[in-house]
């Protein structure tokens, strides 16, 4: 059946330094695929998404492109901040079901 | 554009009490969400509205939590009697396309301290 595998958290880090959050699904057919962000004491809101094989959503410097081949969409940013400090999740869009999500904590 | 509106924003009870949510979606949205978020946990649905239809509910507890959409716009949920599990944050959700497809749009969120 339809499901989802996001990395485990916390994931701690030092400014500037790269994130990688992975992120696969199983599914039988293509489904949009999107990473919401919840920073402390805030809803959900979308960061990224992308629709169909090989695209690429970006936005406040994170990416992810969405890997067919492998069933990952993995978020990727090269020099992390502070105030991206919050709980990460991936979402395909076959699923109104969000996991535990991945914490992410920046240090200075 | 409005965001989704939620209210109240903290509220803390008694168990056994009662208590009822409010949530404006964003204006045009046919589909709402009500998602339940306990600490440390991702949300988790509770009921989806497509208009004033019940889509899911098959996680909503339904001995003690009742949501409704009557006009198709606004919805409230409510839990009677509360116990000490649903201290919660209570997220409403909505979105301009069908069931299971496209970005959902979530209000802050309404946080729940049963004592």
């Known amino acids: 059946g339809n499901s989802v595998t996001q990395m485990e958290g916390p994931v701690t880090l030092s400014e500037e330094a790269f994130l990688t959050i992975n992120c696969t699904y199983t599914?039988?057919?293509?489904?949009?695929l999107f990473w919401y962000v919840q920073y402390p004491g805030e809803g959900l809101q979308l960061l990224l998404k992308?629709?169909?094989?090989?695209d690429k959503g970006s936005n406040k410097g994170f990416e992810a492109t969405y890997r067919k081949e492998t069933t990952s969409f993995h978020l990727e940013k090269g020099s992390v901040q502070v105030s991206d400090s919050a709980v990460y999740f991936c979402?395909?869009?076959?699923?109104?079901?969000f996991g535990a999500g991945t914490r992410l904590a920046v240090h200075p | 554009e409005a965001g989704v509106a939620q209210s109240p924003r903290y509220k803390i009870i008694e168990k056994r009490q009662s208590v009822a949510f409010w949530c404006n979606p964003i204006?045009?949205?046919?589909?709402l969400y009500w998602y339940q978020q306990i600490l440390g946990q991702g949300p988790k649905l509770l009921i989806q509205?497509?208009?004033?239809?019940?889509?899911?509910d098959s996680q909503l507890p339904k001995d003690r939590f009742s949501a409704e959409r009557l006009k198709g716009v606004d919805s409230t949920l409510k839990i009677q009697p509360a116990k000490l599990e649903d201290s919660a944050v209570y997220l409403c959700?909505?979105?301009?396309?069908?069931?299971?497809?496209?970005?959902?749009?979530f209000g802050e969120g309404s946080r729940l301290t049963v004592l």
């Open positions: 979402a395909p869009d076959f699923k109104l079901i």
């Open positions: 204006s045009g949205h046919a589909t």
């Open positions: 509205f497509q208009n004033n239809g019940v889509v899911d």
């Open positions: 959700a909505s979105s301009l396309l069908t069931a299971n497809t496209g970005e959902l749009f």
């Open positions: 599914a039988t057919g293509y489904p949009s």
């Open positions: 992308a629709t169909k094989a090989d």
